[in-house]
């Protein structure tokens, strides 16, 4: 009788273990999906056409494109999976990727004419590697965080896009 006991809490305590594996399997798994789905929903999303307002590198090192060339807006266009800039002399071209706050602009193409005026483009060249991270407020406004602190790309949304 003795053993017969031994064998049944033997059996008891084995399936209470695999009932306790298989339910904090099924929490995982839940927790893993949630996580997932989080993700996806705080994408941001930046596509379409941002007029650049400021291209800050620290407090006394920026450049705002509207006063350096008044003949031409300069801007970045978002699409699927591609960005494009035009300034008021070249234009750059990549990929990019976001997952939900953090952008990776991957290396793209660059005109390279000679302007009287590349402060846009040499800044431009300087900041879009360091891009990290995206701050959306109200849809209009869209901070792009560079690895320093201050370091950032303000953009406006276009009213009506300029293409």
Request: aromatic share 6%; charged share 25%; with cysteine.
């Amino acid at each position: 009788m003795k053993k017969s006991n031994i064998a049944l809490i033997a059996c008891a305590a084995l399936l209470i273990a695999s009932a306790i594996g298989c339910s904090s399997n099924k929490e995982t798994k839940s927790n893993k999906a949630d996580e997932e789905t989080q993700i996806e929903i705080a994408n941001a999303d930046i596509r379409g056409q941002w007029f650049i307002e400021n291209i800050v590198f620290n407090d006394s090192n920026y450049v705002r494109p509207d006063e350096t060339s008044s003949s031409m807006k300069q801007y970045i266009v978002f699409e699927d999976s591609t960005y494009f800039i035009m300034t008021n002399c070249n234009s750059i071209s990549g990929s990019y990727s976001v997952k939900g706050d953090s952008i990776r602009l991957g290396d793209g193409a660059m005109t390279e004419m000679a302007c009287d005026d590349m402060q846009t483009e040499d800044a431009l060249r300087r900041i879009l590697p360091h891009i990290s991270t995206i701050d959306v407020q109200n849809d209009s406004v869209v901070r792009l965080n560079g690895s320093a602190p201050a370091e950032c790309i303000l953009l406006r949304k276009a009213k009506t896009e300029i293409k």
